[in-house]
């Protein structure tokens, strides 16, 4: 390659791109009434407002245990609930174990689920069960499928076929096929993106506890609704706290399944 | 006794991947399928195991005890019941052999029995110890004994290949399929397999298909050999290298080199 090949030639292709990028931002901004003004004072109100959260309500610490606790544990109770039924729904939306037509209807709904966002389903069971960890619960379960299930239907999709051939030439039923060939082929991937899905949760349960699944996350909303900042930045640090554990335990688990 | 009566095979384009196949093979024999690449040996033997539909054909085979079993009758192919209950006496060796990567050794021999055994029994993975115990024998024939747990994506070329012989063992079938079992090996390893299939063929017949005219006129009984999907050659496996350029080199086009190459054999 010479040098003259290597020059504004190249890239001109992308310059309609370029002038349409700048535009839809420059426009995106005036309708949604940006303003450097506002910012500024955004920004200083903020600021003010910082120091209120300084220093942290150390003595709210021990209230706060209980309901970082309600988070962990609707947690640790609707990823695997969640991970349960995505096996059903991955073998269902896998191309080499379930008929077209299984398969077309559980990818849709793992579509429709992934498209979904959790405080969407949330709102839908707070309205079915009322509000509580229950819900919670339930939500963060249903929102876990759609993910697990995807990657889960994706990974059966991978398996050489000539080794489920194997297994099905000596005789075997395609549910044998599946428990002794396809299972222990995808579980231990399974088991670490529950883990993964776990940390996401932990952080989902947070927002949903805002809106009404309880734990920590009401802790904070409740705080900061009555002005008590500096209540609210313990509230903030149990829940960093609680996201820097999870975190440490799954990259653990991890590197013990995988 | 195998009976493979008028196998044909054509695709919905037209072309032919198995044109007319009629072999038997009988109690104690070593049968070498030969061929180039594409000829056709890999889907004889799945149309056996009746792992692929075919056009025409049908397929019988049967023990001392006589019982008749078939993958594919003269209407087509069978299935459920009937298909489980044939394929669980053909011992299939695959090609690159196939074994379920992340289970332990001993467990991938155990799949052998799944055809044999209630399936809930399976499901819970309650296999008795004397299944256990006879499948440890299988691995202990096969000489990977030491290696019962290890995970088998761990091992090498040669001792996943005898895992495969030893799951075929532990199935006891009523004859073995082993398509291209040596191919992958280095000369020393393959020359074990070989050592290793030889005594099996004597207590129930094994059909494979092999890329190595030395070993298989060494080592197996008779040659059937392929060419784009038709058979060219059934004979004694000492073959001569004209014939074996014939099997090779695409001149079998020409029916009279079948005839030349099928009198050769009779001579
Ligand atoms: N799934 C398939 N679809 C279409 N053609 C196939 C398929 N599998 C194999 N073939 C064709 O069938 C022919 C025989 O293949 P194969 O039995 O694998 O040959 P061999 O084992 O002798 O090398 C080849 O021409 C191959 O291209
Ligand atoms: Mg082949």
Known sequence: MTWSEFSFERYRRYLPAAAIFIVAVAASAYLSEVSLTDLRRGILKGLSLLTLFFPPDW???KDMLQPALVTLVICLVATPIGAAFSIVFGLAA????APEWLRLTARTVIAVERGLPEIVILLVLVAAFGLGPFAGVMALAIGSIGMLGKLLADAIEEIDPRVLDA???????????????????????LVANSIFRFEVNVRASVLLGAVGAGGIGYELDAAINQLEYSRATMAVLMILLLVFLSERASDWVRSKVL | M?????????????????????????????????????????MTMRAIAGLTSVTAGEVVFSGESGKCYTTITASGKTSGKDLRRARRNIGVIFQGSNLVKRLP??????????????PLRSWLYGFTDQEASEAMAALERVGMAGFASRRTGSLSGGEVQRVAIARAIFQRPLLYLADEPVSSLDPKNAEAIMQLMQPLAREHPILGAFHQPGMVMHYCTRVIALHKGSIIYNGAPN??????????????????????LTAAAES
Request: hydrophobic residues 45%; positive net charge.
């Open chain 1, 59 to 61: 003595s709210a610490c």
């Open chain 2, 239 to 260: 073959l001569s290298a004209k014939q074996l350029d014939e099997i090779y080199c695409g001149q079998a086009d020409r029916p009279e080199a079948t005839q030349e």
């Open chain 1, 94 to 97: 896998a191309r080499n174990i």
């Open chain 2, 105 to 118: 050794v001993l467990d991938n021999v155990m799949i052998g029995r799944l055809g044999r055994i209630h």
């Open chain 1, 167 to 189: 297994v099905a030439a000596v005789g075997a039923t395609p549910w044998q096929v599946i428990r002794h060939a396809v299972l222990p082929e995808v579980l231990p991937a």
């Open chain 2, 2 to 42: 195998l009976e493979v009566k008028g196998l044909s095979k054509r695709l919905p384009t037209g072309k032919t991947i198995l044109n007319d196949i009629s072999f038997r093979v009988d109690k104690g024999e070593f049968v070498a399928l030969l061929g180039a690449s594409g000829a056709g040996k890999s």
